[in-house]
């Protein structure tokens, strides 16, 4: 067993972990994130050293006059983290509206603020960020420089996803990042490969937490400033491509999706949907709906993550009803007025359609197999995941078949994969030929997706290079149908 390898150096492990920072004590907020909750509502959730009593939030309409008080009972934790996650729902607010807020003892001079979501029927034009495999940057993480075997370290002068996106943030109203976060979960094979100081697997836990606690401190500025919508993947613990770990060396509170569970609070109250797993909002002219591709597929499938699914994980379900995640989303898809969001758009962390090799801890053929007749019953018009590491954009697809109309006005969904938002373990590449209906590849740069909502009869795809903002792939769909919201491109509220 390769852990004896692993030499004890508590010293070097200390040095990852978070200092105490001076201006601060216990209870000053850190790693400050949002999330919709409907057009009229917002979860503020931010991170503290101690437990809260009665986490609250002061906001108002004004940066000087945060007047109101949103408070909540939630303050949670799991074994090994070093923070609570607190977790404010502020209800009652305008849509399309800016608001300002403070988290409790915040040692911030100055309030943070957000903007509400528009309210289905809204047509303004706007655009979002997607990110999909977003890991850590930095020293810790993806930098200049790689260990032994690994691959695609950044270029001395390139920007990295999270600079990236946040030299753009102005443009988008929020950022979507269905799954694989921070991959503090690669720690182990960082340390193998030399890149980060040797511990002993026991003190592993503590690397895990340091690499989570930076990741989440890098995205604050994105985070605190718009809604950050996520889903599963990491952060889980799934200990490398060395097989010779498995998840029997993971300490409780490292599996089973516990740190994904505790920091975030997405929508599914409002959707009836299940905790961060599955869950849907509108946002102006667009439905958006998040699926959960590594655990609770039902139909007698044992998903990706699941005990025995091919990751080797203990993972979930999360549901116990029979098909619970594809009840939802027929019911979810039924319910959608495409006269107020023309537009549904669905992402899931794992692909089907993908130019990689097939087997199924890269291609989810049960996926396929299990939301694909919703999708094309229900006219989808976009399905976006990640997974592979590389940008691969396809035509529409009906059941491996390209649709005729490619993007002039399809009746199948259009499928992009995005995963190249980077970490520290590189990109994968793609397998070539590319597969027949793949219309644009790239598995040499890191970037991320720019989608941009013109109105009900077109959307703009744009694959952006990190290193340098350059658009390296743009395409526009088209679908033939009529506008009968409010198609107010002004920035009005629209009419409900
Ligand atoms: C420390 O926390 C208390 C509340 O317990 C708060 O009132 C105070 O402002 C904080 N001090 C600093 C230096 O942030
Ligand atoms: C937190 O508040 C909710 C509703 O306000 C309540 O149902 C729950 O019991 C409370 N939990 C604790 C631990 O106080
Ligand atoms: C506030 O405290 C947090 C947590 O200790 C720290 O990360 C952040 O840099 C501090 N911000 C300011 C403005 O001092
Ligand atoms: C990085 O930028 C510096 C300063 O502008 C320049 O001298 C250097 O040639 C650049 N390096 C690369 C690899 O582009
Ligand atoms: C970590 O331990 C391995 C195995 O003993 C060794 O090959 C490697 O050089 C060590 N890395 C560091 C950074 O000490
Ligand atoms: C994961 O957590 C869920 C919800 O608590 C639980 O029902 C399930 O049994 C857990 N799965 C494993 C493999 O421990
Ligand atoms: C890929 O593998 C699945 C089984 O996991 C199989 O059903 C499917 O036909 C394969 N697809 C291709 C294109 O070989
Ligand atoms: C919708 O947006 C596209 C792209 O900007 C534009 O070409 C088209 O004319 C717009 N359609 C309507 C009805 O305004
Ligand atoms: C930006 O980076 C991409 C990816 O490496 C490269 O293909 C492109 O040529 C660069 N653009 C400019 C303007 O340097």
């Given at each position: 067993?390769?852990?004896?390898?692993?030499?004890?150096?508590?010293?070097?492990?200390?040095?990852?972990?978070?200092?105490?920072?001076?201006?601060?004590?216990?209870?000053?907020?850190?790693?400050?994130?949002?999330?919709?909750?409907?057009?009229?509502?917002?979860?503020?959730?931010?991170?503290?050293?101690?437990?809260?009593?009665?986490?609250?939030?002061?906001?108002?309409?004004?940066?000087?006059?945060?007047?109101?008080?949103?408070?909540?009972?939630?303050?949670?934790?799991?074994?090994?983290?070093?923070?609570?996650?607190?977790?404010?729902?502020?209800?009652?607010?305008?849509p399309d509206t800016v608001y300002?807020?403070?988290?409790?003892?915040?040692?911030?001079?100055?309030?943070?603020?957000?903007?509400?979501?528009?309210?289905?029927?809204?047509?303004?034009?706007?655009?979002?960020?997607?990110?999909?495999?977003?890991?850590?940057?930095?020293?810790?993480?993806?930098?200049?420089?790689?260990?032994?075997?690994?691959?695609?370290?950044?270029?001395?002068?390139?920007?990295?996803?999270?600079?990236?996106?946040?030299?753009?943030?102005?443009?988008?109203?929020?950022?979507?990042?269905?799954?694989?976060?921070?991959?503090?979960d690669y720690w182990l094979k960082?340390?193998?490969?030399?890149?980060?100081?040797?511990?002993?697997?026991?003190?592993?836990?503590?690397?895990?937490?340091?690499?989570?606690?930076?990741?989440?401190?890098?995205?604050?500025?994105?985070?605190?400033?718009?809604?950050?919508?996520?889903?599963?993947?990491?952060?889980?613990?799934?200990?490398?491509?060395?097989?010779?770990?498995?998840?029997?060396?993971?300490?409780?509170?490292?599996?089973?999706?516990?740190?994904?569970?505790?920091?975030?609070?997405?929508?599914?109250?409002?959707?009836?949907?299940?905790?961060?797993?599955?869950?849907?909002?509108?946002?102006?002219?667009?439905?958006?709906?998040?699926?959960?591709?590594?655990?609770?597929?039902?139909?007698?499938?044992?998903?990706?993550?699941?005990?025995?699914?091919?990751?080797?994980?203990?993972?979930?379900?999360?549901?116990?009803?029979?098909?619970?995640?594809?009840?939802?989303?027929?019911?979810?898809?039924?319910?959608?007025?495409?006269?107020?969001?023309?537009?549904?758009?669905?992402?899931?962390?794992?692909?089907?359609?993908?130019?990689?090799?097939?087997?199924?801890?890269?291609?989810?053929?049960?996926?396929?197999?299990?939301?694909?007749?919703?999708?094309?019953?229900?006219?989808?018009?976009?399905?976006?995941?990640?997974?592979?590491?590389?940008?691969?954009?396809?035509?529409?697809i009906r059941t491996f078949d390209?649709?005729?109309?490619?993007?002039?006005?399809?009746?199948?969904?259009?499928?992009?994969?995005?995963?190249?938002?980077?970490?520290?373990?590189?990109?994968?590449?793609?397998?070539?030929?590319?597969?027949?209906?793949?219309?644009?590849?790239?598995?040499?740069?890191?970037?991320?997706?720019?989608?941009?909502?013109?109105?009900?009869?077109?959307?703009?795809?744009?694959?952006?290079?990190?290193?340098?903002?350059?658009?390296?792939?743009?395409?526009?769909?088209?679908?033939?149908?009529?506008?009968?919201?409010?198609?107010?491109?002004?920035?009005?509220?629209?009419?409900?």
């Amino acid at each position: 067993m390769r852990c004896s390898l692993i030499t004890a150096s508590l010293t070097a492990a200390a040095v990852l972990l978070n200092p105490a920072l001076a201006a601060s004590n216990d209870t000053t907020p850190m790693q400050i994130r949002l999330a919709y909750a409907g057009s009229t509502g917002m979860v503020v959730s931010w991170n503290t050293y101690s437990k809260l009593d009665r986490p609250t939030v002061r906001y108002g309409l004004t940066p000087w006059a945060l007047t109101k008080t949103a408070s909540s009972n939630v303050s949670v934790t799991y074994p090994t983290s070093t923070t609570y996650n607190n977790h404010v729902t502020i209800t009652g607010l305008e849509p399309d509206t800016v608001y300002y807020y403070q988290p409790q003892n915040s040692n911030s001079s100055v309030p943070y603020s957000f903007k509400t979501s528009r309210v289905p029927g809204d047509h303004t034009p706007y655009t979002i960020a997607v990110a999909v495999d977003l890991g850590l940057m930095g020293p810790d993480g993806l930098t200049t420089h790689v260990g032994n075997g690994a691959s695609n370290p950044l270029g001395p002068n390139d920007t990295n996803t999270i600079q990236s996106i946040e030299q753009n943030l102005d443009d988008i109203d929020f950022l979507w990042h269905p799954g694989d976060i921070a991959y503090a979960d690669y720690w182990l094979k960082e340390e193998i490969q030399g890149f980060l100081p040797n511990t002993t697997i026991a003190d592993g836990a503590k690397v895990y937490e340091s690499l989570l606690n930076q990741y989440y401190d890098e995205m604050t500025p994105i985070t605190s400033k718009k809604p950050y919508m996520a889903t599963t993947a990491a952060p889980r613990t799934r200990h490398t491509t060395d097989r010779t770990y498995t998840v029997s060396i993971c300490q409780q509170g490292q599996t089973n999706f516990t740190g994904y569970i505790n920091h975030f609070r997405m929508p599914s109250p409002q959707s009836k949907g299940l905790g961060n797993f599955w869950y849907s909002f509108d946002h102006g002219m667009v439905h958006y709906i998040q699926l959960d591709t590594e655990t609770d597929l039902g139909h007698g499938f044992i998903a990706p993550d699941e005990p025995g699914g091919p990751e080797g994980e203990d993972a979930g379900p999360f549901s116990n009803l029979r098909d619970a995640q594809t009840n939802w989303l027929q019911q979810d898809l039924a319910s959608v007025d495409r006269n107020k969001t023309p537009w549904t758009v669905v992402a899931g962390h794992r692909p089907w359609y993908i130019s990689a090799s097939n087997d199924s801890s890269t291609i989810c053929e049960a996926c396929r197999e299990v939301f694909e007749p919703l999708f094309l019953q229900y006219g989808v018009d976009l399905v976006l995941s990640g997974h592979v590491h590389a940008y691969e954009r396809n035509a529409p697809i009906r059941t491996f078949d390209v649709d005729p109309n490619e993007l002039n006005n399809p009746s199948a969904p259009w499928y992009i994969t995005n995963g190249a938002a980077g970490h520290y373990d590189g990109l994968d590449t793609l397998n070539y030929p590319l597969q027949p209906y793949a219309r644009y590849a790239q598995d040499t740069a890191y970037g991320w997706s720019r989608l941009t909502f013109h109105n009900c009869t077109h959307l703009t795809h744009e694959f952006v290079a990190s290193r340098n903002g350059t658009v390296l792939d743009r395409a526009t769909l088209f679908k033939d149908r009529k506008c009968q919201g409010n198609d107010n491109s002004q920035g009005q509220q629209g009419q409900l």
